[in-house]
């Protein structure tokens, strides 16, 4: 992979209770950590809402400044996260994209282990780096994806499979490295709370692709940003949010069974659902 | 008188079949049971270059049963002429010679009275040491060559035993099969301790300690064919090596000319290629898993310093084929030609004695 075939999508989404120096703040540190990479994306691809809020917090930033080749685009229809990666990735014309989300930081050697990865294992479809989790106050929380590595976990050392995923449902895609054309061949992201991430990799697999964890801590993520989306399902009370352990396992059990189908066929959750 | 001239002719006989290089050279080897040894590569090496430069060599070995190398080291080696000392079909002459391990030293009582010209291979002092009764050396049954593997070694040799003088061939490593891998390296440490037990304990300590880094494998390196040994090595992240006795240290050169840094033990002889640029010595063993977290730690973040990233430019250009046969040719022919020499020199004092005691 050159330069010329990678593009980053940050998704705007949740950001309109951010103050904008946070916001200016956590952009940074997302842009700052791809531009430390001596081999560099060759764009980066911010989607955003149609929203004046976020319009002016973007506008107001010199973006020039991190030497990147960042470009905005607008999604006026439903902008959870799934819909502005699935929005983004349509725009995306490279052969590969990945997902930096705005509050998370790649190492500055990601993009080149990327690189090395792709030229030598041309036949994998998805790399995933090893996840540093942090808290927000940056404190270390543990590793993601590593147990990959691990012998005898997954059938071949370092690659994920859908037995291993079905066992261990734990693998991260927080910067995962995607062919474009497979991610918009499965239909991207569906719309399921919570475990999204895992029923997409799960289909992924099922379409058999093949993915690998390259060995290195490639990306650092905040667990449980205050007001991120994974903080609104535990902490908020709005009825969009709401998530009780009932339906945490519904959206599981969802997850392993809708992965056997490529279109999302938008599953709500009713109380009855579960089986006790 | 007619006895005289036949010893002369079988003296005689013996220099020409040395000068057209007709002489017999075996090499005493041990049987390795199938499993890789890095003192038989070397001699094997050696047997395969003479064999190559036109000489008549032959590998000696105890039991009719001995396996040989060719599935672990390369098909070659197995062409080579085979001769088991049970058979006890070994006929030698004043033009042949043997070659003995340090370890078989005890051999040499039982050839003492062979007319065959004895060098000894030294490739561990320690074993060396062990095969010799208090105060006796193989320099008491009248083995007046040595080899060896280092210049260091050479010197210590020569400092204890009384030997007229030492001569010493390098080992060499492969470079088509110790190569930089063509794939990224991965989190697997290679390891390879003289004593298993040690191996064993390190891990334990390793992951008892580190339980966060219990995703990244170890891989014991012994009992391998070497062509899969070679592979398994060059894709690990670092290499471990305890081995207080060895000598030369034929495993860590190989780990790193394939590129992956060594954390080892400073072994009781420091070999003469060991440096602060191609790896990480200790003389505590129960310091290794603490410098292997931090190492692990640094590789997974590409935080390494720089030295480690390109070992393998420490031994560039060493350890090669091309030095090897150059090497083995010019310490062989100077045996060969010392050898000579003595015949010659034993023809003309038995024929001065015989003048005299014609002349009395």
Redo the contacts between chains.
Sequence with gaps: MSKTNLTVIIPVHSVADIGKQKFDDLFDIALSSISRNEVKPEKVLIVRCNCIEVDAKLESMDLSKYGLNVEIIVNDGDTDYQNQINYAAKHVDTEYMSILEFDDEV???WYG?VK??VE??PEVDMFLP?VNDVSEDNGFI??SN??????N?SES??NVDLECLLEYPNISPCGMVIKTAIFNEINGFKQIKLTFNYEFLLRFHKNGYKSMV????GYKHVNMREESLFWLYKNSEAVEYKMNPKQALFWMETAKKEYLFNNDRYIIYEENDVSE | MEKTNEIVKNIESAISKIQNKEQKIVFLVPDTKGNAKSSVIHLYKQALTLKNLGYSVSMLHEKNDYIKVGSWLTPECDELEHLSIEDNNLVVGASDFIIVPEVYGTVFEQIEKMPIEKIVYVQSFDYMLEAFAPGKSWADLGVEECITTSNSLKTMIEDTVPVEDVQFIEPTISNEMFTLN???Q???IAIYCREARKAAKMIKSFYLKYP?Y????FKDMHTMPQDTFAKNLKECCVSIWIDDDSSFGRYPIESIKCNVPVIGKVPNIIPEWMTDENGVWVYDENQIPEILSSYIKNW???TLPENLLNVSKTVEGKYTEEIFEKNTKEVYEYLFNKKISKLETIKENFKKEVEQNEQN
Excluded: C, M, Q
Aim: charge should be positive.
């Design positions: 190492s500055k050697t282990n090395t990865h030598a294992y090893i543990g590793l590593e147990a990959i590595w691990a012998y976990f050392l370092g390259i060995p290195k801590i | 063509d794939k990224p991965k989190p697997i966060i219990r995703f990244v494998s997974l973040e590409d």
